[in-house]
């Protein structure tokens, strides 16, 4: 029997040790020399090259919702995109005043009216609740038109205090509609001036009073009083709970509301095909149209209180529909032109 000869490890471990340094150099040169001649380097070997870090893929872009109407149909207005603002903000959770997911929110309808160009007015203001003392912040575009006289269009951002309530229809769908509204006026001058307005505090600290609910628009309307431009105010226009299921979605006369603002909404509805949608039967709502009718100024409440979902936790995003917001969206914008002609006709006598 013959002995076999030992091996030298000294040759095996040569070998581990060269071949990491050898790829560790040759790898560069080889990439070199393939982006020289127009062939793509493996994304692993481009960085060693370039000294760049590897580009993440972006995020893929949202489906559009099935049910939604074509903005071709709509008047450009486009439910989709509203419905992608909805679905922003129920990401961020709850949305109570003085939250972070409120400040979240804050700056996503911030950087989507730059986006649009609009120009932005905040008022950061301190509300006494029953909780005590809570930062608030109303944001307001500003869409210069060539009468001062001015038409405002209101939603309502925050969401009522509590654990998992994301407020996907309330307030999440009437603030889609309003951005998406931002979109098509920021970039047009019409005859009179527009301001979209984003409420904060809108819902109450336990039960409604007339002290507790509407913090913002009372801050709105007070503070446009104090400082005289109460009365360039011809029109406001209120949306809230406005995303409901097309089969279900039903909105009421407000019986507060001014007459002639709700003929003209009501009749466009019906002109355009969805005077299904907008009955003739009245309720009373209290809303953050209040304050403004409280001090002389038209206004008007668009809003379904029939939502089977309202206040509670089952208010998430599969129930807002956003052929809904198109048609909302749709009347909405229709119905200006006939607002436009009464506050004008206002502004031309004072």
Known sequence: MRAEKPQSGWKVLLVLFALPLALYWLVPIAARLLLGIGIEAPQWAVPLVTGARPQKAPPPAMARPLDALPAE???????????????????????????????????????????????????????????????????????????????????????????????????????????????????????????????????????????????????????????????????????????????LLRFKRESSSTPWLIDIIWDTAKRLGYGQHFVADETPIEDDHIPFIRRGVPAVDVIDLEYAHWHTPQDTLDKVCARSLGMVGHVLLESLPAVEKRGWSKAKKQ
Not at 91 to 99: E, I
Not at 136 to 163: F, Q
Not at 199 to 224: C, I, P
Request: proline letters at 3%; aromatic letters at 8%.
């Open 73 to 247: 149909s709509t008047g450009g207005f486009d439910g989709a995109r509203a419905w992608e603002h909805v679905r922003q903000q129920v990401t961020f959770g709850p949305r109570p005043p003085g939250s972070e997911a409120s400040r979240r929110t804050q700056e996503y309808i911030r950087e989507r009216l730059k986006d649009y160009g609009c120009a932005i007015e905040e008022d950061s203001f301190t509300a006494s609740t029953p909780v005590g003392r809570v930062e608030m912040r109303n944001l307001v575009a500003k869409i210069p038109g060539e009468s001062k006289s001015v038409v405002l269009l209101l939603t309502h951002y925050d969401t009522m205090t509590g654990e998992n309530f994301v407020g996907a229809n309330d307030s999440g769908s009437s603030t889609g509609v309003m951005l998406e509204l931002a979109r098509l006026l920021c970039s047009t001058k019409r005859q009179l001036t527009y301001w979209i307005g984003f409420m904060d505090g809108e819902e109450a600290y336990g039960v409604w009073s007339d002290v507790n609910g509407t913090f913002g628009s009372r801050q709105m309307a007070a503070k446009l009083a104090l400082s005289g431009e109460l009365q360039q105010i011809k029109a406001v226009i209120l949306a809230d709970i406005v995303g409901e299921r097309a089969d």
